[in-house]
Protein backbone atom coordinates (compact mmCIF):
# COMPACT_ATOMS: atom_id res chain seq x y z
CA UNK A 1 0.00 0.00 0.00
CA UNK A 2 0.70 4.23 0.02
CA UNK A 3 3.13 5.16 2.60
CA UNK A 4 3.27 8.88 2.86
CA UNK A 5 6.24 10.38 4.90
CA UNK A 6 6.66 13.92 6.08
CA UNK A 7 9.38 16.31 7.59
CA UNK A 8 10.05 18.02 9.50
CA UNK A 9 7.50 17.35 12.51
CA UNK A 10 7.71 20.69 14.12
CA UNK A 11 8.74 24.00 11.85
CA UNK A 12 9.25 27.20 13.95
CA UNK A 13 9.44 30.46 11.61
CA UNK A 14 9.60 33.99 12.10
CA UNK A 15 6.54 36.18 11.24
CA UNK A 16 7.06 36.95 7.37
CA UNK A 17 9.34 34.40 6.75
CA UNK A 18 8.63 31.66 4.30
CA UNK A 19 7.46 27.45 5.25
CA UNK A 20 8.15 24.41 3.24
CA UNK A 21 7.11 21.21 4.42
CA UNK A 22 7.93 18.20 2.40
CA UNK A 23 6.79 14.58 1.76
CA UNK A 24 7.33 11.59 -0.20
CA UNK A 25 5.33 8.63 -1.46
CA UNK A 26 6.19 5.49 -2.57
CA UNK A 27 3.16 4.52 -4.85
CA UNK A 28 4.09 5.55 -8.13
CA UNK A 29 0.33 5.24 -9.41
CA UNK A 30 -1.20 7.75 -6.39
CA UNK A 31 -2.58 10.72 -8.58
CA UNK A 32 -3.81 13.49 -6.04
CA UNK A 33 -2.12 15.29 -3.28
CA UNK A 34 -4.06 17.33 -0.99
CA UNK A 35 -2.86 19.71 2.38
CA UNK A 36 -4.83 19.96 5.03
CA UNK A 37 -4.63 22.65 7.98
CA UNK A 38 -5.82 21.41 11.30
CA UNK A 39 -6.07 23.99 14.54
CA UNK A 40 -6.18 22.24 17.76
CA UNK A 41 -9.31 20.15 18.07
CA UNK A 42 -10.64 21.26 15.23
CA UNK A 43 -11.38 19.29 11.47
CA UNK A 44 -8.67 19.55 8.95
CA UNK A 45 -9.13 22.00 6.32
CA UNK A 46 -8.24 21.40 2.93
CA UNK A 47 -6.09 24.24 1.73
CA UNK A 48 -4.65 23.67 -1.64
CA UNK A 49 -4.50 20.18 -3.92
CA UNK A 50 -2.59 19.34 -6.70
CA UNK A 51 -3.10 16.17 -9.09
CA UNK A 52 -0.25 14.86 -10.68
CA UNK A 53 -0.63 16.15 -14.29
CA UNK A 54 0.58 19.62 -12.96
CA UNK A 55 3.63 19.90 -11.74
CA UNK A 56 2.99 23.18 -9.28
CA UNK A 57 0.08 25.24 -7.98
CA UNK A 58 -0.08 28.38 -6.44
CA UNK A 59 -3.17 30.06 -4.49
CA UNK A 60 -2.40 33.26 -2.98
CA UNK A 61 0.98 32.67 -0.20
CA UNK A 62 0.03 29.02 -0.65
CA UNK A 63 2.05 26.98 -3.37
CA UNK A 64 2.33 23.06 -3.54
CA UNK A 65 5.04 21.50 -6.25
CA UNK A 66 4.99 17.71 -7.23
CA UNK A 67 7.93 16.06 -8.83
CA UNK A 68 6.57 12.46 -10.12
CA UNK A 69 9.59 11.03 -10.86
CA UNK A 70 10.94 11.45 -7.52
CA UNK A 71 7.91 10.89 -5.65
CA UNK A 72 7.80 13.95 -4.12
CA UNK A 73 5.81 17.01 -3.04
CA UNK A 74 5.90 19.98 -1.07
CA UNK A 75 3.76 22.51 0.46
CA UNK A 76 5.12 26.46 0.45
CA UNK A 77 3.66 28.98 2.79
CA UNK A 78 5.23 32.65 2.07
CA UNK A 79 4.83 35.92 4.25
CA UNK A 80 3.85 33.27 7.08
CA UNK A 81 1.47 34.76 9.28
CA UNK A 82 0.64 33.81 12.87
CA UNK A 83 -2.29 32.49 12.16
CA UNK A 84 -0.53 30.03 9.91
CA UNK A 85 0.40 28.01 13.01
CA UNK A 86 -1.60 24.97 12.89
CA UNK A 87 -0.91 21.42 12.72
CA UNK A 88 -0.13 20.53 8.22
CA UNK A 89 -0.72 17.06 7.07
CA UNK A 90 -0.01 15.95 3.33
CA UNK A 91 -1.76 13.15 2.07
CA UNK A 92 -1.93 10.97 -1.31
CA UNK A 93 -4.07 8.94 -3.04
CA UNK A 94 -4.83 6.95 -6.05
CA UNK A 95 -8.11 6.66 -8.21
CA UNK A 96 -8.53 3.43 -7.43
CA UNK A 97 -8.05 2.99 -4.01
CA UNK A 98 -10.48 2.16 -1.63
CA UNK A 99 -8.59 3.95 1.34
CA UNK A 100 -8.93 7.16 -0.36
CA UNK A 101 -6.28 9.12 1.73
CA UNK A 102 -2.95 7.96 2.80
CA UNK A 103 -1.95 10.46 5.06
CA UNK A 104 1.41 11.57 6.08
CA UNK A 105 2.75 12.17 10.45
CA UNK A 106 1.80 15.84 10.25
CA UNK A 107 4.09 19.28 10.76
CA UNK A 108 3.79 21.38 13.76
CA UNK A 109 3.77 24.94 12.22
CA UNK A 110 4.29 27.99 14.71
CA UNK A 111 5.16 31.01 13.24
CA UNK A 112 6.75 33.61 15.89
CA UNK A 113 5.51 37.17 16.17
CA UNK B 1 -19.12 24.58 -0.05
CA UNK B 2 -19.93 20.71 0.97
CA UNK B 3 -20.57 20.25 4.74
CA UNK B 4 -19.83 17.56 6.98
CA UNK B 5 -21.86 17.71 10.37
CA UNK B 6 -20.75 15.65 13.40
CA UNK B 7 -21.97 14.64 16.45
CA UNK B 8 -21.59 15.18 19.29
CA UNK B 9 -18.66 17.42 19.84
CA UNK B 10 -17.74 15.90 22.81
CA UNK B 11 -19.31 12.92 24.71
CA UNK B 12 -17.93 10.75 28.20
CA UNK B 13 -18.85 7.52 29.07
CA UNK B 14 -18.61 5.39 31.50
CA UNK B 15 -16.47 1.85 30.86
CA UNK B 16 -18.66 -0.68 29.63
CA UNK B 17 -20.94 1.31 27.83
CA UNK B 18 -21.53 1.97 24.24
CA UNK B 19 -21.49 5.74 21.83
CA UNK B 20 -23.09 6.43 19.36
CA UNK B 21 -21.00 9.18 16.64
CA UNK B 22 -23.28 10.31 13.93
CA UNK B 23 -21.79 11.95 10.70
CA UNK B 24 -24.13 13.81 8.34
CA UNK B 25 -23.45 14.81 4.74
CA UNK B 26 -25.54 17.86 4.89
CA UNK B 27 -25.72 19.23 1.44
CA UNK B 28 -24.59 15.95 -0.90
CA UNK B 29 -25.06 12.61 -0.70
CA UNK B 30 -21.72 10.82 -0.05
CA UNK B 31 -21.77 7.38 -0.69
CA UNK B 32 -18.78 6.57 0.84
CA UNK B 33 -17.61 8.09 4.31
CA UNK B 34 -14.07 7.39 6.00
CA UNK B 35 -13.62 7.26 10.18
CA UNK B 36 -10.68 8.10 11.34
CA UNK B 37 -9.21 8.07 15.25
CA UNK B 38 -6.48 10.64 15.69
CA UNK B 39 -4.16 10.53 18.87
CA UNK B 40 -2.64 13.74 20.23
CA UNK B 41 -0.99 15.33 18.10
CA UNK B 42 -0.60 12.46 15.52
CA UNK B 43 -1.76 11.66 12.36
CA UNK B 44 -5.04 10.32 11.12
CA UNK B 45 -5.60 6.98 11.20
CA UNK B 46 -8.12 5.56 8.99
CA UNK B 47 -10.15 3.03 10.82
CA UNK B 48 -12.86 2.40 8.22
CA UNK B 49 -14.34 2.95 4.95
CA UNK B 50 -18.08 3.00 5.45
CA UNK B 51 -20.24 2.21 1.98
CA UNK B 52 -24.08 3.08 2.00
CA UNK B 53 -26.17 -0.22 1.69
CA UNK B 54 -22.91 -2.58 2.30
CA UNK B 55 -20.82 -3.23 4.66
CA UNK B 56 -18.14 -1.34 6.09
CA UNK B 57 -14.48 -1.97 5.08
CA UNK B 58 -12.17 -1.98 8.36
CA UNK B 59 -8.50 -1.60 8.31
CA UNK B 60 -5.98 -4.11 9.62
CA UNK B 61 -6.00 -4.50 13.39
CA UNK B 62 -9.60 -2.35 13.79
CA UNK B 63 -12.02 -4.43 15.91
CA UNK B 64 -15.34 -4.08 13.50
CA UNK B 65 -17.32 -6.14 16.48
CA UNK B 66 -15.84 -2.93 18.48
CA UNK B 67 -16.06 0.12 16.40
CA UNK B 68 -20.04 -0.55 14.61
CA UNK B 69 -20.07 1.30 11.79
CA UNK B 70 -23.74 1.80 10.04
CA UNK B 71 -24.17 3.53 6.73
CA UNK B 72 -28.03 3.22 6.27
CA UNK B 73 -28.20 6.25 4.04
CA UNK B 74 -26.78 8.25 1.44
CA UNK B 75 -26.20 11.18 4.09
CA UNK B 76 -25.67 9.63 7.38
CA UNK B 77 -22.92 6.95 8.73
CA UNK B 78 -22.59 6.24 11.89
CA UNK B 79 -19.72 4.76 14.39
CA UNK B 80 -20.60 3.12 17.50
CA UNK B 81 -17.99 2.25 19.76
CA UNK B 82 -19.55 -0.94 22.07
CA UNK B 83 -18.28 -1.91 25.73
CA UNK B 84 -15.77 1.06 25.69
CA UNK B 85 -12.64 1.22 27.79
CA UNK B 86 -10.33 4.13 28.77
CA UNK B 87 -7.87 3.32 25.90
CA UNK B 88 -10.89 4.04 23.43
CA UNK B 89 -10.63 7.52 24.23
CA UNK B 90 -9.97 9.21 21.47
CA UNK B 91 -10.41 11.93 18.76
CA UNK B 92 -13.10 10.58 16.49
CA UNK B 93 -13.54 12.25 12.75
CA UNK B 94 -15.59 11.45 9.85
CA UNK B 95 -15.06 12.44 6.48
CA UNK B 96 -17.09 12.22 3.21
CA UNK B 97 -16.46 12.66 -0.34
CA UNK B 98 -18.55 15.25 -2.35
CA UNK B 99 -17.86 13.92 -5.77
CA UNK B 100 -15.88 11.02 -7.70
CA UNK B 101 -12.90 9.53 -7.03
CA UNK B 102 -10.08 12.26 -5.83
CA UNK B 103 -12.42 15.10 -5.27
CA UNK B 104 -10.77 16.62 -1.78
CA UNK B 105 -12.50 15.00 1.60
CA UNK B 106 -14.89 17.12 3.67
CA UNK B 107 -14.02 16.24 7.36
CA UNK B 108 -16.87 16.95 10.29
CA UNK B 109 -15.84 18.34 13.58
CA UNK B 110 -14.66 15.46 15.13
CA UNK B 111 -15.94 14.26 18.33
CA UNK B 112 -14.01 13.86 21.50
CA UNK B 113 -14.48 10.44 23.27
CA UNK B 114 -13.35 10.25 27.06
CA UNK B 115 -14.00 6.98 28.72
CA UNK B 116 -13.91 6.89 32.57
Known amino acids: GENVEQHPSTLSVQEGDSAVIKCTYSDSASNYFPWYKQELGKRPQLIIDIRSNVGEKKDQRIAVTLNKTAKHFSLHITETQPEDSAVYFC????????????FGSGTQLTVLP | GAVVSQHPSRVICKSGTSVKIECRSL??????MFWYRQFPKKSLMLMAT?????????EQGVEKDKFLINHASLTLSTLTVTSAHPEDSSFYICSARSGFTNSPLHFGNGTRLTVT
Open chain 2, 27 to 32: DFQATT
Open chain 2, 50 to 58: SNEGSKATY
Open chain 1, 91 to 102: AASFSGSARQLT
